[in-house]
């Protein structure tokens, strides 16, 4: 059973924000720091990926873990209100995930996905790979 109302609900839901989120910000910053240039919320691609460098062909998501359903089948159980609507909202995300990875990778990019507490706790680790992958494309590109 829901804890708020239909209205507080909506108004909570509402509030989420599809842009430029704590996480999102976080790596943005540390890769501006280090000197890496990017687009954001690209939207000429699917999937309209977070961070996107585009030369190299690398596209960047950071998804939070309730939304894009890390490890699911066992945390499927957690929800407690409107459980059907849920779950099928988030295999959907899941789903569309793999899509959008799948589609990218066939087109010749190389996509990363962050799991929100990977960003929060080591942003440094998940800059290193960025800048990793980058490097070992356009070394790949010069040949």
Not at 34 to 60: E, H, M, Q, T, W
Request: contains cysteine; aromatic residues 10%; charged residues 40%.
């Amino acid at each position: 059973m829901d804890r708020l109302t239909k209205d507080q609900r909506r108004k909570t839901m509402q509030a989420i924000k599809g842009k430029d989120t704590k996480i999102e910000l976080k790596l943005t910053k540390a890769l501006w720091a280090k000197g890496l240039r990017y687009r954001k919320n690209y939207s000429k691609l699917i999937g309209k990926p977070d961070i996107v460098f585009v030369s190299s062909k690398v596209a960047v998501f950071c998804d939070s873990e309730f939304w894009h359903g890390k490890n699911w089948d066992v945390n499927e159980c957690e929800v407690k209100s409107n459980i059907e609507f849920w779950q099928n909202k988030i295999k959907k995300n899941i789903e569309r995930d793999r899509k959008v990875n799948k589609i990218l990778g066939d087109d010749g990019w190389k996509v990363l996905r962050f799991w929100g507490k990977e960003i929060e706790k080591k942003t440094a680790k998940c800059v290193s790979e960025v800048e990793k992958v980058i490097k070992r494309r356009n070394s790949h590109k010069e040949e």
